[in-house]
């Protein structure tokens, strides 16, 4: 009977130690915040540049595609532009596939 008083006092005393509401939720709060400021607001930040990026593409632009391809718009559609990447070589390429937009004349020097 001895061991079996000694595992119910030390379950009281557990009992006793618990913090409560919102103490154990604290850690959970802190990870959320640092999951926030490390990998969801940078996103989102990329994500809005990119949309701004896509939405000032116009004719003349010279662009690399998310496919490494580097070209010269030649038409702007409403989803979808053409690229010109050699004389008279002209591909289709949703506008969300343009990586970047690279300075004037980098086709020349490449």
């Keep these: 009977m001895e061991l079996l008083d000694f595992f119910i006092a030390s379950a009281h005393a557990q009992d006793a130690a618990q913090p409560g509401g919102l103490m154990s939720f604290l850690p959970l709060i802190i990870i959320f915040v640092i999951f926030y400021f490390l990998l969801i607001r940078p996103q989102m930040k990329r994500a809005k540049e ?12 010279e662009v690399v595609t998310n496919g490494g391809l580097l070209g010269r718009i030649t038409h702007v559609g409403e989803s979808f532009v053409t690229v010109e990447l050699a004389d008279n070589v002209q591909i289709k390429v949703q506008k969300h596939a343009v990586a970047s937009v690279m300075p004037k004349g980098t086709i020349k020097s490449a």
Excluded: P, R, T, Y
Aim: aromatic share 0%; proline share 0%.
């Design 50 to 61: 990119h949309k701004k990026l896509v939405s000032e593409l116009g004719n003349g632009d």
